[in-house]
């Protein structure tokens, strides 16, 4: 499932959406102007109006402003992160801390799939309902939440969660949360003047009990009564157009969970157990209507279903499938501690480290033997291979360090940490005295700790921790966060150069704390073609820094082939590859389309695995340029 085409289609289908709201409120000045003329043809002050191309534009005007302002109130109350629609339902933050097997199994599956896919680790909420279900919400990758409700997580066992939990993810990956929150505001903007026409028709009770003359009275309850009937039918066929989209993004969603998880069985029994299930995928929430088109289940089993038919999902997964659910009823899953990893923890950075969850491979090599078809996938969404990779990784970090980057106080130390010099003491030390005197010592002190701990990490395993420490670290305050990225830049600049990987953790910090902005679209419009001179640099950069055995010329034009033929493959020297020029490259890079920066992509891929290794400095620039992009990668494959 390539999600950059995915994005693509979302987006067109946002364009689609924009022009059925256009023409819906057409229709609807179009029967607010009819029910002006009627009224006012009979009132003497606007008699002279009714049925006038004035009134028309007036009316016309009047719509535009109401319902786009309305729409675009509801977008901006939900682009505040996925948070909002996760409280809005009652949900509850699981922390990190649990000692509940279940919600600690929920939360290693989620941080998994996010390590696999490259994007931040999002908070999971544990919604209190009784039913099977799960939804994902935000603007971005960068601001997502999954949702599980406490039904989801009693009745399904570890491969059905990570069945739903890769289902979700494919809706942060596939633009889908966007497209659902433009949904959601397009229809509260149609449903608004049903609000109006109510106000209207309370107000003008109160005029006619005082005097039951007033002929403006009558025509204000007309009015109201004409504005609220025009609302709820603009909303009925508003829900039918967010069911028609929803379900078809609901078959992919599955299709994905598939690909990634390589376990049909996985989402599939997941719906079997909805299906037998007394209460099935229902949330009880009052709000839970204002965003059935987000969740894993259908909440409306009606012609507004934004799901399709159970079976027919099943079948689409299981085509032999003989109709047969289970009794979950009777279904009580309880996960083992152990194997999920719950641990004590002491609260400090201990002299010894911890055992890891699994046998350990040699972490700090320079040099990594990849797998390329699963290298070059990893742009097209996480498969299984990088789920259990992702697996291995987190359990090659030491567990108090884990834990520290799952906390806001402790993922800033953990990220400032990465940044100390590891080759020259007296760097190191003034980098400790900066952090101490633009922060406190304590913070200082910490970080140090943490630094001998990690230092001898390989890259892949670094990135881990910063998608780890993403999420607590935007729990901190603008302040902080302002005071977080001003220390860190302080940090880079002590030796007063940027080598690479701090070039590439700038840029996947400057992802993940990026501010919300309705108009920020992840993807511009711009053709490879048009970007081909900073898509050389990237490629030449790639093949210097690759440590090739035939040099760097064939591994540049291998990448370089796969973007033109018709051009000479100019290979650039390397003193023009530095993260500065790098940097500069990037703004134009950022304005190509989503299936530009894939094809560009997969060509850095091309010559980064030509010789079928990866030197941690190729890790660091593809890291830095996916972010950058917004198109993130997982973790490198590694051949055993």
């Known amino acids: 499932m390539d999600f950059f085409a995915q994005q ?19 229709c609807i000045t179009l029967a607010i102007f009819c029910l002006f003329s009627l009224v006012g043809q009979n ?17 016309g005007l009047g719509t535009l402003i109401v319902v786009g302002l309305a729409s675009l109130g509801r977008i901006a109350s939900l682009s505040g992160g996925g948070s ?41 909420y544990l919604i209190e309902e009784r039913g099977i279900n799960a939804f994902a919400a935000g603007y971005s990758p960068n601001d997502a939440v999954v949702g599980i409700t406490r039904g989801c997580s009693e009745k399904l066992n570890r491969e059905q969660l990570q069945g739903v939990v890769a289902h979700e993810f494919s809706h942060i990956l596939n633009g889908d949360m966007r497209l659902n929150i433009r949904l959601t505001g397009f229809i509260f903007g149609i449903v608004f003047l049903s609000r109006i026409g109510h106000v209207m028709m309370r107000l003008s009770g109160g005029s006619r009990r005082r005097s039951s003359n007033n002929k403006g009275g009558a025509g ?40 990634f998880t390589r376990n049909p069985s996985g989402i599939a029994g997941a719906l079997k157990r909805i299906g037998g299930f007394s209460t099935g995928s229902k949330i009880q929430a009052s709000d839970a209507g204002d965003y059935c088109h987000m969740f894993f289940g259908s909440a409306l089993n ?18 032999n499938w ?37 046998k350990k491979k040699k972490a700090g090599n320079k040099v990594e033997v990849v797998d390329s078809k699963s290298f070059i996938s990893s742009f097209t969404g996480p498969s299984q291979d990088q789920v259990k990779e992702a697996a291995t990784l987190i359990s090659l970090i030491p567990s108090n360090i884990l834990f520290l980057s799952k906390e806001p106080f402790g993922a800033r130390c953990v990220l400032l940490s990465l940044l100390i010099d590891s080759n020259d003491t007296k760097f190191r030390k003034m980098q400790i005295q900066e952090i101490s005197s633009a922060i406190d010592q304590s913070t200082a002190d910490l970080t140090g700790k943490v630094y001998l701990k990690i230092r001898k990490l390989n890259s892949n395993l670094k990135f ?17 966060q302002k005071e977080f990225t001003r220390v860190a830049e302080s940090l880079i600049l002590v030796d007063q150069r940027i080598d690479l990987f701090e070039w590439s953790f700038q840029k996947v910090i400057d992802q993940h704390l990026q501010s919300k902005e309705i108009a920020n679209a992840l993807h511009g419009r711009s053709s490879l073609k048009s970007r081909l001179p900073e898509c050389t640099l990237f490629l030449g950069a790639l093949a210097h820094f690759g440590k090739n055995e035939g040099g760097p010329k064939p591994a540049f034009e291998k990448g370089f082939r796969a973007l033109s033929r018709s051009r000479p493959a100019n290979l650039p020297v390397r003193s ?28 850095c891929a091309k010559t980064a695995e030509y010789d079928g290794k990866i030197a941690e400095e190729e890790i660091q620039i593809l890291r830095g340029l996916s972010s950058a992009l917004a198109c993130p990668v997982g973790p490198i494959i590694r051949n055993s």
């Not at 002050?45 to 009134?55: Q, R, S, Y």
């Not at 009652?90 to 509940?100: A, L």
């Not at 993403?470 to 902080?480: E, V, Y």
């Not at 790098?582 to 989503?594: C, D, G, I, V, Y």
């Open 464 to 480: 881990v921790l910063i998608e780890q420490c993403a999420a607590p670290l935007k729990q901190l305050s603008n302040t902080q």
């Open 43 to 59: 009132q003497r002050d606007l008699k002279d109006l009714a049925w006038t191309p004035v009134l028309l534009v007036q009316c």
């Open 84 to 124: 909002v629609v996760a409280q809005s339902l009652g949900g509850k933050v699981i922390p990190p801390t649990t000692n509940n097997p279940n919600e600690k199994r929920i939360l290693n599956i989620v941080e998994e799939m996010a390590i696999a896919s490259g994007t931040p680790v999002p908070p999971v």
């Open 322 to 358: 003989t109709d047969q659910y289970p009794d979950t009823d009777g279904i009580l899953e309880k996960a083992d501690p152990q194997a999920e990893g719950i641990v004590g923890f002491a609260g400090s950075i201990s002299d010894s480290s911890p055992k890891p969850r699994a």
């Open 302 to 319: 009606s012609m507004f279903a934004t799901h399709p038919p159970l079976a027919l999902r099943i079948r689409k997964i299981e085509p």
């Open 8 to 26: 693509d289609k979302a987006r067109t289908k946002t364009v689609y959406l924009v022009l059925l709201f256009c023409g819906a409120l057409v």
């Open 576 to 603: 023009k590859c530095t993260p500065e020029k790098l940097e500069a490259a990037l703004p134009r890079l950022q304005k190509m389309n989503s299936m530009a920066k894939r094809s560009f992509l997969d060509a």
């Open 220 to 259: 204000l309850v007309i009015i109201g009564i004409g504005l609220f009937a025009i609302g709820m039918v603009g909303g009925f066929f508003g829900s039918l157009i967010r069911a028609a989209v929803s379900r078809q993004r609901e078959f992919l969603a599955d299709a994905s969970a598939v690909q």
